[in-house]
T-cell receptor, first 113, second 115 residues
Framework: EDQVTQSPEALRLQEGESSSLNCSYTVSGLRGLFWYRQDPGKGPEFLFTLYSAGEEKEKERLKATLTKKESFLHITAPKPEDSATYLCAVQDFYGGATNKLIFGTGTLLAVQP | GAGVSQSPSNKVTEKGKDVELRCDPISGHTALYWYRQSLGQGLEFLIYFQGNSAPDKSGLPSDRFSAERTGGSVSTLTIQRTQQEDSAVYLC?????????????FGPGTRLTVL
């Protein structure tokens, strides 16, 4: 059964204190791994898609990396505006034509000034 | 903007009542998804529409839940005889079809509270 586990559940950082969020996954065949950001009361906002082990993508202070078992979201020198819940999701290649996303429960990040 | 829109943003109803939630996908997106986000849980897939194909209803939790998509665009999720456990945020997403994994873009959600 496809499964996504995110850790830690919550993370508190000081402004400028770099860290990483973890997403461990189990799928029959990985079609894609997705990172989203979700602010309170809003829908998830797309950040990155990763397709194969070794792939990396960057956007401002965020960098996502992928191995065959997990993905990391690295946050470099975070700012208070980076505070949000970060969601990881996978698509299973053998999930048929649906392409549904299987989500983890997220990491709640708080960056204090 | 040209994002996914949902209405209403909030819905409070009494147990046993029916509710309808609406989703307007991004123009030109052929795939539409409904998910449910309950407190402390990850997003849960409900139903998927793609063009004129039969929808994938495998995620619907009970026969009280149904959805339709008219004209390949707007979708309505209906919950009949609502129960307190139906309280959640209902999110709609759309995507364009392509090779490999394709990004899904989410609306702001409808927060449903069943009293």
């Amino acid at each position: 059964e496809d499964q996504v586990t995110q850790s830690p559940e919550a993370l508190r950082l000081q402004e400028g204190e770099s860290s990483s969020l973890n997403c461990s996954y189990t799928v029959s065949g990985l079609r894609g791994l997705f990172w989203y950001r979700q602010d309170p009361g809003k829908g998830p906002e797309f950040l990155f898609t990763l397709y194969s082990a070794g792939e990396e993508k960057e956007k401002e202070r965020l960098k996502a990396t992928l191995t065959k078992k997990e993905s990391f979201l690295h946050i470099t020198a975070p700012k208070p505006e980076d505070s949000a819940t970060y969601l990881c999701a996978v698509q299973d290649f053998y999930g048929g034509a649906t392409n549904k996303l299987i989500f983890g429960t997220g990491t709640l990040l708080a960056v204090q000034p | 903007g040209a994002g996914v829109s949902q209405s209403p943003s909030n819905k409070v109803t009494e147990k046993g009542k029916d509710v309808e939630l609406r989703c307007d996908p991004i123009s030109g997106h052929t795939a539409l998804y409904w998910y449910r986000q309950s407190l402390g849980q990850g997003l849960e897939f409900l139903i998927y529409f793609q063009g004129n194909s039969a929808p994938d209803k495998s995620g619907l939790p009970s026969d009280r839940f149904s959805a339709e998509r008219t004209g390949g665009s707007v979708s309505t999720l209906t919950i009949q005889r609502t129960q307190q456990e139906d309280s959640a945020v209902y999110l709609c997403a759309s995507s364009s079809m392509g090779q490999g994994g394709n990004e899904q873009f989410f609306g702001p959600g409808t927060r449903l509270t069943v009293l």
